[in-house]
């Protein structure tokens, strides 16, 4: 074991661990998902560590070994509606509009392919550009133009568009 590889993996855990959460919120829909999520990439990624090239393949790496643990997750899950899936429509008040538009957009993107997905998510919430979100998800650069395509329809059909395309400010 390199010494220097694991003080490398450790400062890359503390210093991008919410983001990454942030990522796997977005993947799954769910905080409690989402850190396991995230806790299980970085174990895949810590059995790995060795092998990658450098400390900034770490970022990458993770991120593809979190969207292809969530795919397999998603495709073991049932797929049946859960009791809390229809709530009813609480009255909205002008200032929890921003709220309401988040969520309304979280639901939105949950009905949407996880390929399709992940390429959103990667594209406006992590702005990435196509070329490593290609590499993130294991396909070429017109895969990922032609999901944002289909995502960004899907969602003009929830009039969501504008809440995607508009460059998300990054936490942390």
Request: aromatic fraction near 8%.
């Amino acid at each position: 074991m390199d010494p220097g590889r694991d003080h490398e993996f450790a400062e890359f855990v503390d210093g991008r661990f919410t983001a990454l959460q942030r990522f796997g919120y977005l993947l799954t829909g769910e905080w409690h998902l989402a850190e396991d999520l995230v806790q299980t990439a970085l174990t895949k990624v810590w059995f790995h560590r060795n092998s990658l090239r450098s400390g900034n393949a770490l970022e990458s790496y993770t991120r593809t070994v979190m969207v292809n643990t969530s795919t397999q997750w998603w495709r073991r899950k049932w797929r049946g509606e859960t009791p809390t899936e229809q709530l009813p429509e609480a009255p909205s008040h002008e200032q929890y509009g921003s709220v309401d538009d988040r969520d309304l957009l979280l639901r939105a993107l949950a009905t949407l392919p996880r390929r399709t997905r992940a390429a959103l998510v990667l594209r406006y919430f992590e702005d990435l550009p196509e070329a490593e979100i290609a590499q993130i998800m294991g396909c070429s650069v017109g895969t990922v133009k032609s999901s944002v395509s289909r995502g960004l329809a899907k969602l003009r059909e929830h009039h969501l568009v504008a809440a995607v395309s508009a460059p998300a400010q990054k936490e942390g």
